[in-house]
C-alpha cells in the first residue's frame, strides 16, 4: 500500500513540474507576443495624444481666424458696394 502512495506522490510531483513548465512557457509566450506587439506599432507613424491635441488647438484658432477675416472682408465689401 506504501508503494501505491509513493507512486503516487512521483506522479504529483511530476504533475506539478510539468504545470509550472507549462506555465511558465505561457508567459514567456505572452511577453514575447507583448514585446512584438510594441515593436509593430513603434515602427507606425503615430503621434501621442499631447501632439494630436496641440494640432487640434492650432486647427481651431485658424479656422476662428478665417471666419474673423471673412466676416472683415464682407464687411469691406459691403461699404465698398
Known sequence: M???NRVF???VK???GAAGTL???GRE???AFKE???DWIGGLDL???EEFEAVKAMAAAARD???ALRAKIDDLQARGR
Open 2 to 4: 506504501q508503494s501505491d
Open 9 to 11: 506522490d512521483d506522479f
Open 14 to 16: 511530476m504533475m506539478n
Open 23 to 25: 506555465a511558465g512557457m
Open 29 to 31: 509566450a505572452e511577453d
Open 36 to 38: 512584438r506587439v510594441k
Open 47 to 49: 503621434v501621442s495624444r
Open 65 to 67: 481666424e478665417v471666419e
